[in-house]
């Protein structure tokens, strides 16, 4: 139990860049926020509440836009150590094949300095890695096997990398008709800094069927940082 305990923390420290501004929790918070400055503009002025009202809506318009609360070159710190968010793609294109579709909402480079039971877990106190944020969709009624998560990616630096299976979510690669799946996957950098990435290629094998048969064209595309 302790082992899948601190499995969850590793994903939970390394990918807590990755909030975006819109999650539930802002959502939460905004929610809070609004009720107290409702009942204080009923203490208000008319005109006050007036400029209350516009300063929530601006508020929403901004939660709206998806935006992400860290950005390149923000770092964090928390019980696992310190992280630094090197670089951010959230505007990668969608992928298909056959009947699958690839969708990356980002791909970041960060890097993290790490302490206690994080830094026992995985045998190191510093940690070089590449996140890609995917959900992948099977828009036929047939079953398709898509093995996103088991991508092999090469970079800018000369690494070919397959995906760390402990820091990774497992997003089942059988779909069985109109399904979709998502997760972050992570590959950690065996010998180049985070930082030095100015690129990825993404290999992943084409889609097949309950025969065996491809049903696409295996993906190879690259993402700029």
């Given at each position: 139990?302790?082992?899948?305990?601190?499995?969850?923390?590793?994903?939970?420290?390394?990918?807590?860049?990755?909030?975006?501004?819109?999650?539930?929790?802002?959502?939460?918070?905004?929610?809070?926020?609004?009720?107290?400055?409702?009942?204080?503009?009923?203490?208000?002025?008319?005109?006050?509440?007036?400029?209350?009202?516009?300063?929530?809506?601006?508020?929403?318009?901004?939660?709206?836009?998806?935006?992400?609360?860290?950005?390149?070159?923000?770092?964090?710190?928390?019980?696992?150590?310190?992280?630094?968010?090197?670089?951010?793609?959230?505007?990668?294109?969608?992928?298909?094949?056959?009947?699958?579709?690839?969708?990356?909402?980002?791909?970041?480079?960060?890097?993290?300095?790490?302490?206690?039971?994080?830094?026992?877990?995985?045998?190191?106190?510093?940690?070089?890695?590449?996140?890609?944020?995917?959900?992948?969709?099977?828009?036929?009624?047939?079953?398709?096997?898509?093995?996103?998560?088991?991508?092999?990616i090469t970079t800018s630096t000369g690494e070919q990398l397959e995906a760390d299976i402990w820091m990774s979510d497992h997003i089942d690669g059988d779909y069985y008709g109109q399904v979709k799946k998502s997760g972050s996957v992570f590959f950690v950098l065996d010998n180049s800094n985070a930082e030095e990435i100015e690129w990825i290629r993404v290999l992943i094998d084409a889609p097949f069927n309950e025969d065996w048969?491809?049903?696409?064209?295996?993906?190879?595309?690259?993402?700029?940082?």
């Amino acid at each position: 139990m302790k082992k899948i305990s601190l499995l969850t923390s590793v994903i939970l420290a390394v990918s807590f860049l990755t909030a975006c501004g819109n999650s539930e929790e802002a959502s939460s918070t905004e929610e809070t926020e609004v009720e107290q400055t409702t009942s204080e503009a009923a203490e208000q002025p008319a005109a006050e509440s007036n400029d209350e009202s516009e300063k929530e809506s601006d508020q929403s318009a901004d939660n709206e836009n998806g935006e992400w609360e860290t950005n390149a070159g923000d770092t964090i710190e928390n019980e696992a150590g310190t992280f630094t968010l090197h670089a951010r793609n959230d505007q990668v294109d969608i992928q298909e094949s056959g009947p699958m579709t690839l969708s990356i909402s980002q791909a970041n480079t960060a890097s993290g300095e790490l302490k206690g039971e994080m830094a026992d877990f995985l045998e190191k106190d510093q940690i070089e890695y590449i996140q890609i944020d995917m959900e992948v969709e099977n828009s036929s009624e047939e079953t398709i096997s898509f093995y996103a998560d088991q991508a092999t990616i090469t970079t800018s630096t000369g690494e070919q990398l397959e995906a760390d299976i402990w820091m990774s979510d497992h997003i089942d690669g059988d779909y069985y008709g109109q399904v979709k799946k998502s997760g972050s996957v992570f590959f950690v950098l065996d010998n180049s800094n985070a930082e030095e990435i100015e690129w990825i290629r993404v290999l992943i094998d084409a889609p097949f069927n309950e025969d065996w048969e491809d049903v696409g064209e295996k993906l190879d595309f690259k993402i700029e940082f």
